[in-house]
Nanobody, 125 residues
Framework: VQLQASGGGLVQAGDSLRLSCAAS????????VGWFRQAPGKERDIVAA????????YYGDSVEGRFTISKDNAKNTVYLQMNSLKPEDTAVYYC???????????????????WGQGTQVTVSS
């Protein structure tokens, strides 16, 4: 499966963005998906994750209550709605997928087999 991340940009603190991760090559319905981010000089961290059905989700502590991950299997797309953005959310955001039709989501980058190219999110203060 090939992943294409999009939707990043330059916004001000408090604004919102919606990132999209579109899959091609195979139906997305059997895949768990995660959004990661990497700021300059820092490690790649999990932001949010969703299982194959879209009904089991995970959020990192720093984004809980502000970000929402959703999975539209009919559109082969996963979204990351980001509200109340902060300067510390500035990073390159990556989506990743792994084939799994079980209940869990996955929070480690090592669990994912397919990666998108990344989209830059910059939040100014």
């Amino acid at each position: 499966v090939q992943l294409q991340a999009s939707g990043g940009g330059l916004v001000q603190a408090g604004d919102s963005l919606r990132l999209s991760c579109a899959a091609s090559g195979r139906t997305f319905s059997g895949y768990a998906v995660g959004w990661f981010r990497q700021a300059p000089g820092k490690e790649r961290d999990i932001v949010a994750a969703v299982n194959w059905s879209g009904r089991n989700t995970y959020y990192g502590d720093s984004v809980e209550g502000r970000f929402t991950i959703s999975k539209d299997n009919a559109k082969n797309t996963v979204y990351l709605q980001m509200n109340s953005l902060k300067p510390e959310d500035t990073a390159v955001y990556y989506c990743a997928a792994t084939y799994s039709s079980s209940w869990p989501y996955y929070t480690s980058s090592a669990d994912y087999d397919y990666w998108g190219q990344g989209t830059q999110v910059t939040v100014s203060s």
